[in-house]
């Protein structure tokens, strides 16, 4: 639980921190496997950075968590 919350936290909070963000959104990907309530989460927190981050390592990063999510 403090392990998805911390990953969350990163993402919300974090947004210059590029490897950070890339970690936390695979970690809650691969977490996201055993419990079914952090996609829905996770998915819509993507799609706002994905709007707001500039780098292309975490973009590229998060796209292929999005694609692995709807597939």
Known sequence: EHFVTG?????ITHTDCTANMAMATNSL???GKE???IYPELVP???RL???TK?????ASAAK???????
């Open 7 to 11: 990953c969350f936290y990163t993402l």
């Open 29 to 31: 990907y691969e977490l």
């Open 35 to 37: 419990f079914e309530w």
């Open 45 to 47: 927190t993507i799609e």
């Open 50 to 52: 994905l709007t707001q």
């Open 55 to 59: 780098t292309k390592g975490y973009r």
């Open 65 to 71: 968590v999005l694609d692995a999510i709807n597939t």
